[in-house]
């Protein structure tokens, strides 16, 4: 999750100037860096309140979520958040902004981040291992895992499963790719959105609407039958499909494909 911004697109003047503007309101420009060009990476205890994730108090200053505008919000040991707490990342998820109403009156606050979350699968984290066995009961499994709500679980677009490391691979001398390379490919892709989406508000397929999906996420018919058993199988929602289809076309862009 620290790793990545170093693969995120740099940002551009006008990302840079928006996140200026929100750690300027929340007091917390570093010192001697009047522009922020870095993108943001904010990862909150756990313990955090509500007012201290979305923002708020009597003059309300930006929470959580609006300092890592641009760039990413990790939160770790997931369902160990208040419930009160995960629940009203959902708007923020969904319009990108978050409104906070006070007396005085009606404050907005950007919030255009990545969400990534991790968490154990159950509270003494080995449901499922292959060789350790799991020594929660049944219940407390479900109870743990129903912590992160079904509408909330849909706003996440990429599910991954980390299973147990073996020493074989802990002990590889082999090295992956560096940051820098992968950086490469995804400014590639993303120079490719940005052509896609020129003369209009959008900078990314994150940001399409159904309209713009329809337009530029055109399946063959093989896609279109996958997608049909999917929705059909899974029970997918609306939300879902539309995600889908958006992260299927971010993936073609990488790879340099103009079809899904």
């Known amino acids: 999750?620290?790793?990545?911004?170093?693969?995120?697109?740099?940002?551009?003047?006008?990302?840079?100037?928006?996140?200026?503007?929100?750690?300027?309101?929340?007091?917390?420009?570093?010192?001697?860096?009047?522009?922020?060009?870095?993108?943001?990476?904010?990862?909150?205890?756990?313990?955090?309140?509500?007012?201290?994730?979305?923002?708020?108090?009597?003059?309300p200053h930006p929470g959580e979520i609006s300092l890592a505008h641009r760039g990413v919000l990790f939160l770790d040991e997931f369902p160990e958040f208040g419930s009160r707490v995960l629940e009203v990342l959902r708007q923020p998820l969904e319009d990108k902004v978050v409104t906070i109403s006070r007396a005085q009156g009606t404050l907005t606050f950007p919030a255009n981040f990545q969400l990534v979350a991790a968490m154990n699968p159950c509270p003494c984290g080995y449901y499922g291992d292959?060789?350790?066995?799991?020594?929660?009961?049944?219940?407390?499994?479900?109870?743990?895992?129903?912590?992160?709500?079904?509408?909330?679980?849909?706003?996440?677009?990429?599910?991954?499963?980390?299973?147990?490391?073996?020493?074989?691979?802990?002990?590889d001398v082999r090295l992956g790719e560096p940051s820098s390379v992968i950086a490469g490919r995804v400014e590639t892709a993303r120079e490719v959105q940005r052509q896609r989406f020129a003369g209009t508000k959008l900078t990314c397929n994150a940001d399409m609407h159904p309209a713009e999906v329809r337009q530029y996420c055109d399946l063959d018919e093989s896609c279109r039958s996958l997608m049909r058993a999917a929705m059909n199988q899974m029970d997918?929602?609306?939300?879902?499909?539309?995600?889908?289809?958006?992260?299927?076309?971010?993936?073609?862009?990488?790879?340099?494909?103009?079809?899904?």
């Open 236 to 260: 997918l929602s609306a939300r879902a499909y539309h995600r889908i289809l958006k992260l299927a076309r971010t993936i073609a862009d990488l790879a340099g494909s103009v079809a899904i």
């Open 130 to 171: 292959a060789t350790k066995p799991c020594t929660c009961a049944p219940s407390t499994v479900t109870k743990y895992q129903h912590r992160i709500s079904g509408p909330l679980l849909d706003r996440i677009d990429i599910h991954v499963d980390v299973p147990r490391v073996d020493y074989e691979k802990l002990s």
């Open 1 to 59: 999750a620290r790793a990545l911004p170093s693969i995120l697109p740099r940002m551009t003047v006008e990302e840079s100037l928006d996140v200026t503007r929100i750690y300027s309101v929340a007091d917390a420009l570093p010192v001697g860096i009047p522009l922020i060009k870095n993108r943001p990476f904010r990862s909150p205890h756990h313990t955090i309140s509500h007012a201290g994730l979305v923002g708020g108090g009597n003059v």
